[in-house]
């Protein structure tokens, strides 16, 4: 996409913002659940590394 003029560079840079005022509740969700998720994902590593430990060593 190639913008020539600033009226076009302000028009989409106005659509992207006002999409963006729509639709943030969503990003905001989104990084959440990411954030969770790689929470989750971190714990259940962490717990089955110190349970094979244990179990390994004596």
């Known amino acids: 996409m190639n913008l ?3 009226e076009q ?3 989409l840079n106005a659509q992207q913002w006002s999409d963006f005022k729509a639709h943030w509740p ?3 969700y989104d990084l959440l659940v990411d954030f969770g998720g790689a929470t ?3 714990v259940l590593l962490g717990l089955s590394l ?3 430990v244990l179990e390994v060593l004596p």
Do not use: A, D, N, P
């Open 26 to 28: 969503m990003h905001v």
């Open 50 to 52: 110190v349970l094979y």
């Open 40 to 42: 989750g994902l971190g």
């Open 4 to 6: 020539k003029t600033r």
């Open 9 to 11: 560079l302000r028009e």
